[in-house]
């Protein structure tokens, strides 16, 4: 996929336990997040928080010398990047919901590699997704920053709920977005009543992105359930 | 409350009946006395019959034999006042000699009236004279001026009435006074008594006529109360336990699954090293989801839980989570298919959107589970009368009738006391009954028209 910007932002990772810093570092690693830098402690998270400038901060509830949700407030009044909590399930779980503290994420231990990383790529995508203005599919190509799709040299502009639905469906590539989490995409909260309109728009994106409509490539229903875009493969 | 007015009624009536009965009782017993009062007969009567008995002959005057038994027997003396002299010209032997032998007109008005020298006095005709019979000292009282007001006599029924009427009126006063009183008292025991069972905090206010039953119903409560909360301090105690051990399992587990995760993926490894990195994932897969199963079950079973009640399209979390397991990336042998045909495209329903997720999570993770050849999964929504039901049915191997039997009826062993030989089965469906009840909802499991296992979990709609 067509990420591969993300791969070079900085992660900093908080946990108080040594080898599981190793084997995020390693996870990390693996999928090609190659600037990372680890801490053991509020304390030294603060001080390599100043010289590593990190565009991501993965941090640990627990600490030894304090908690994760301080550790963040403090992070973020210094400079505001996103932030993915590991949490080991417990109080705290009911912290999360809602995310009203201000966290980005939670990834509840244990998890897997293919996890943390589609978490954390999702938020990236997320926070940085200014600088991708491209996208490639199979018979045209997506141009978020200008709103417009080019198919066959053509420019074809997108409308304002057409972008809204594709930067929906192109933060989530290659899974399944449900009818619901796209209509609140386009449509706000309490997004009933929409289904129909969403069809509607979904067919015009069609006629914009694919050469055949009736037979999409890029753009794939998923009968009852909702809409996957896939990017061109590589 | 419903006793209290009950009881006033209850006593107000026995009151009422007393009352009628004890007027009913007074009139017998009047009328009995005053029949065997007048039967004995009366000095009055007694004077006018002497009178008429005594005979006046040349001799004197003359009394037979049987009148005069009767005088002395009951130490009456008697005397006769003659007409023309006003003199004693007979009498009897008992009389006192102190008794003047001549009246005048108004002595005899006195002693008609009233008294001889504290003897009663009587007096009857007789021919020439008039009878005076005298009963000894203290044997009778008279009444000296029976004099009334016409207009009192003639209004003596409607006195008697109301007189009667207002001390009906008092006694019922008195009586409502002291029973508000009591009551007054009764009512906290009272509510105190019926608030007891729900084992709700209260104090009763130790004072009045009852305040040592107060006191012991107090006591009763605080024991209650106690005991609740010793219960309660138990089962916290438990579920902090399971909750304390499954987080200090989750970091070592997260190492465990994190490399062996990459062993999986990493293609510098042989295939056979390689299958068994991704076994290692699958077991540390399993006992994640029984760890979080365990916690949960242990908070939801200790009402720990608490619950973020809010209005969800229950199509749309169905939807979800369908669309999840998807994206996870299923294995080709199970297929999952939401019944989008049949279900509703919107149905509000509130409930705790994480926990339902969670039960429907479960109740497709199940279905894998027991299908290890794989199975069709079908998912689907539909409203039954107000509650929306939640159906999961496979078409894989399903279960036995005892084995449905038990699933729906016998209590699992997390929650059973006594000691349990089957086999043990998974959290999973047990979740998936906590999460229902704590909706209000049930859960009922069966065969698949599909041909599998099915579940339907039913929740109120709101």
Same mark, same amino acid.
């Given at each position: 996929?067509?990420?591969?910007?993300?791969?070079?932002?900085?992660?900093?990772?908080?946990?108080?336990?040594?080898?599981?810093?190793?084997?995020?570092?390693?996870?990390?690693?693996?999928?090609?997040?190659?600037?990372?830098?680890?801490?053991?402690?509020?304390?030294?998270?603060?001080?390599?928080?100043?010289?590593?400038?990190?565009?991501?901060?993965?941090?640990?509830?627990?600490?030894?010398?304090?908690?994760?949700?301080?550790?963040?407030?403090?992070?973020?009044?210094?400079?505001?990047?996103?932030?993915?909590?590991?949490?080991?399930?417990?109080?705290?779980?009911?912290?999360?919901?809602?995310?009203?503290?201000?966290?980005?994420?939670?990834?509840?231990?244990?998890?897997?590699?293919?996890?943390?990383?589609?978490?954390?790529?999702?938020?990236?995508?997320?926070?940085?997704?200014?600088?991708?203005?491209?996208?490639?599919?199979?018979?045209?190509?997506?141009?978020?920053?200008?709103?417009?799709?080019?198919?066959?040299?053509?420019?074809?502009?997108?409308?304002?709920?057409?972008?809204?639905?594709?930067?929906?469906?192109?933060?989530?590539?290659?899974?399944?977005?449900?009818?619901?989490?796209?209509?609140?995409?386009?449509?706000?909260?309490?997004?009933?009543?929409?289904?129909?309109?969403?069809?509607?728009?979904?067919?015009?994106?069609?006629?914009?992105?694919?050469?055949?409509?009736?037979?999409?490539?890029?753009?794939?229903?998923?009968?009852?359930?909702?809409?996957?875009?896939?990017?061109?493969?590589? | 409350?419903?006793?209290?007015?009950?009881?006033?009624?209850?006593?107000?009536? !026995?009151?009422?009946?007393?009352?009628?009965?004890?007027?009913?009782?007074?009139?017998? $017993?009047?009328?009995?006395?005053?029949?065997?009062?007048?039967?004995?007969?009366?000095?009055?009567?007694?004077?006018?019959?002497?009178?008429?008995?005594?005979?006046?002959?040349?001799?004197?005057?003359? !009394?037979?034999?049987?009148?005069?038994?009767?005088?002395?027997?009951?130490?009456?003396?008697?005397?006769?006042?003659?007409?023309?002299?006003?003199?004693?010209?007979?009498?009897?032997?008992?009389?006192?000699?102190?008794?003047?032998?001549?009246?005048?007109?108004?002595?005899?008005?006195? !002693?008609?009236?009233?008294?001889?020298?504290?003897?009663?006095?009587?007096?009857?005709?007789?021919?020439?004279?008039?009878?005076?019979?005298?009963?000894?000292?203290?044997?009778?009282?008279?009444?000296?001026?029976?004099?009334?007001?016409?207009?009192?006599?003639?209004?003596?029924?409607?006195?008697?009435?109301?007189?009667?009427?207002?001390?009906?009126?008092?006694?019922?006063?008195?009586?409502?006074?002291?029973?508000?009183? !009591?009551?007054?008292?009764?009512?906290?025991?009272?509510?105190?008594?019926?608030?007891?069972?729900?084992?709700?905090? $209260?104090?009763?206010?130790?004072?009045?006529?009852?305040?040592?039953?107060?006191?012991?119903?107090?006591?009763?409560?605080?024991?209650?109360?106690?005991?609740?909360?010793?219960?309660?301090?138990?089962?916290?105690?438990?579920?902090?336990?399971?909750?304390?051990?499954?987080?200090?399992?989750?970091?070592?587990?997260?190492?465990?699954?994190?490399?062996?995760?990459?062993?999986?993926?990493?293609?510098?490894?042989?295939?056979?090293?390689?299958?068994?990195?991704?076994?290692?994932?699958?077991?540390?897969?399993?006992?994640?989801?029984?760890?979080?199963?365990?916690?949960?079950?242990?908070?939801?079973?200790?009402?720990?839980?608490?619950?973020?009640?809010?209005?969800?399209?229950?199509?749309?979390?169905?939807?979800?989570?369908?669309?999840?397991?998807?994206?996870?990336?299923?294995?080709?042998?199970?297929?999952?298919?939401?019944?989008?045909?049949?279900?509703?495209?919107?149905?509000?329903?509130?409930?705790?959107?994480?926990?339902?997720?969670?039960?429907?999570?479960?109740?497709?993770?199940?279905?894998?589970?027991?299908?290890?050849?794989?199975?069709?999964?079908?998912?689907?929504?539909?409203?039954?009368?107000?509650?929306?039901?939640?159906?999961?049915?496979?078409?894989?191997?399903?279960?036995?009738?005892?084995?449905?039997?038990?699933?729906?009826?016998?209590?699992?062993?997390?929650?059973?006391?006594?000691?349990?030989?089957?086999?043990?089965?998974?959290?999973?469906?047990?979740?998936?009954?906590?999460?229902?009840?704590?909706?209000?909802?049930?859960?009922?499991?069966?065969?698949?028209?599909?041909?599998?296992?099915?579940?339907?979990?039913?929740?109120?709609?709101?």
């Amino acid at each position: 996929m067509d990420f591969e910007y993300l791969r070079n932002k900085r992660i900093l990772l908080v946990d108080d336990e040594p080898e599981l810093l190793n084997m995020l570092v390693s996870i990390l690693n693996t999928e090609g997040f190659l600037h990372t830098e680890t801490a053991k402690t509020v304390k030294e998270a603060q001080e390599k928080a100043e010289s590593f400038l990190p565009e991501l901060a993965v941090l640990d509830v627990m600490l030894p010398d304090g908690d994760g949700f301080s550790l963040m407030e403090k992070l973020k009044q210094k400079r505001d990047y996103p932030i993915l909590f590991l949490t080991a399930r417990g109080e705290e779980e009911d912290k999360f919901r809602g995310f009203g503290l201000g966290a980005d994420d939670y990834v509840v231990k244990p998890f897997l590699p293919k996890e943390l990383i589609f978490r954390i790529l999702a938020i990236l995508r997320r926070s940085y997704k200014e600088e991708n203005p491209y996208v490639k599919l199979t018979h045209s190509e997506i141009d978020f920053a200008g709103a417009e799709v080019i198919k066959e040299g053509r420019h074809i502009p997108l409308t304002a709920k057409e972008h809204d639905l594709l930067s929906a469906l192109y933060r989530n590539a290659g899974r399944i977005v449900t009818i619901d989490a796209l209509c609140e995409a386009a449509w706000g909260d309490n997004p009933f009543g929409y289904e129909n309109t969403l069809m509607a728009h979904i067919r015009r994106i069609r006629e914009k992105i694919e050469l055949n409509p009736s037979h999409p490539k890029s753009l794939i229903t998923v009968k009852g359930l909702g809409y996957k875009l896939n990017l061109e493969e590589k | 409350m419903k006793s209290v007015p009950k009881l006033i009624r209850q006593f107000l009536g !026995l009151l009422i009946v007393s009352f009628i009965l004890i007027f009913i009782l007074n009139i017998v $017993f009047l009328a009995v006395i005053a029949n065997s009062r007048t039967a004995s007969g009366h000095p009055y009567t007694l004077a006018k019959e002497i009178g008429e008995a005594l005979k006046k002959t040349e001799k004197g005057y003359y !009394l037979e034999k049987e009148f005069l038994d009767i005088l002395e027997k009951d130490h009456i003396w008697a005397v006769c006042i003659d007409d023309a002299t006003h003199q004693v010209v007979w009498r009897t032997e008992n009389t006192p000699e102190t008794l003047p032998q001549t009246y005048s007109l108004s002595d005899i008005s006195n !002693l008609t009236m009233g008294y001889i020298q504290d003897c009663a006095t009587y007096a009857g005709a007789a021919e020439g004279g008039l009878v005076v019979l005298g009963y000894p000292p203290y044997r009778y009282w008279k009444h000296l001026w029976p004099t009334w007001d016409y207009t009192f006599i003639a209004n003596v029924p409607k006195t008697l009435l109301l007189g009667l009427a207002a001390n009906i009126t008092l006694i019922l006063i008195i009586y409502v006074i002291a029973n508000s009183r !009591l009551l007054k008292s009764v009512k906290p025991i009272v509510t105190g008594i019926q608030s007891l069972p729900t084992g709700e905090y $209260f104090h009763v206010k130790e004072a009045g006529v009852l305040s040592e039953l107060a006191r012991n119903i107090n006591k009763a409560s605080d024991i209650l109360l106690s005991q609740k909360h010793q219960l309660r301090k138990k089962e916290t105690a438990r579920a902090n336990w399971i909750a304390g051990v499954s987080h200090d399992m989750r970091t070592p587990l997260s190492m465990v699954m994190g490399y062996a995760g990459q062993l999986k993926e990493d293609s510098t490894l042989t295939p056979d090293q390689r299958q068994k990195a991704s076994f290692i994932v699958k077991q540390s897969e399993r006992m994640k989801n029984l760890i979080n199963d365990l916690n949960l079950a242990s908070k939801l079973e200790y009402n720990m839980q608490p619950l973020h009640m809010t209005v969800q399209n229950m199509t749309a979390i169905l939807r979800q989570v369908v669309a999840d397991f998807m994206n996870m990336g299923l294995e080709d042998k199970y297929q999952i298919e939401w019944a989008a045909a049949d279900s509703p495209a919107h149905l509000s329903v509130n409930v705790d959107k994480d926990l339902m997720v969670r039960a429907i999570g479960n109740l497709i993770q199940n279905c894998m589970n027991h299908n290890e050849d794989g199975c069709n999964i079908y998912v689907s929504l539909h409203q039954k009368g107000n509650h929306c039901v939640i159906a999961v049915e496979d078409n894989g191997a399903g279960a036995s009738d005892t084995q449905i039997e038990n699933l729906n009826h016998a209590p699992h062993y997390m929650m059973c006391d006594s000691n349990v030989k089957e086999q043990r089965h998974g959290l999973g469906l047990l979740i998936v009954k906590q999460i229902a009840h704590s909706h209000g909802g049930r859960v009922a499991i069966g065969h698949s028209a599909r041909g599998g296992f099915g579940v339907w979990v039913f929740v109120p709609l709101g």
